[in-house]
């Protein structure tokens, strides 16, 4: 019986070494696992900032190609109202050139009204730009 007895009591020895060392591990797992925890909220708001300032720079970059085209517009419509000026100032001076003072003034006429529906078309061109 004092054998047995023993015998349980080294048992119980062994298995209350193994308890513990088995609760070791699962203290030191579960510090791991919070750690891992903590380092992955870390990292999913590191890159949820990245995808933010991402996000930031291409509605910047948005405006300033919107503001880009808009110019490239603007500059199309002035080189356009530029080369009719051209144009009409070129026939202006070949008519004064020719002495036909009669048609000088119906050319005027033609210039200042074609000069007007560009206007206009300019104006109305930058309205629906805008």
Do not use: C, P, W
Request: hydrophobic letters at 40%; zero cysteines.
């Amino acid at each position: 019986l004092k054998e047995e007895n023993a015998s349980l009591r080294s048992k119980i020895n062994k298995l209350q070494i193994f308890s513990e060392t088995q609760a070791d591990k699962m203290r030191k797992l579960e510090k791991k696992l919070e750690e891992n925890k903590i380092k992955e909220e870390k990292e999913a708001q590191d890159l949820e900032a990245m995808v933010q300032h991402v996000e930031q720079n291409l509605q910047l970059m948005t405006k300033r190609a919107v503001k880009a085209e808009n110019s490239a517009a603007k500059l199309k419509q002035e080189n356009a109202l530029l080369q009719v000026q051209l144009k009409n100032y070129k026939a202006e001076n070949e008519a004064l050139r020719s002495g036909q003072s009669a048609s000088l003034a119906a050319v005027k006429r033609n210039a200042d009204l074609a000069l007007q529906n560009l206007l206009t078309v300019i104006t109305s061109s930058r309205s629906s730009i805008k």
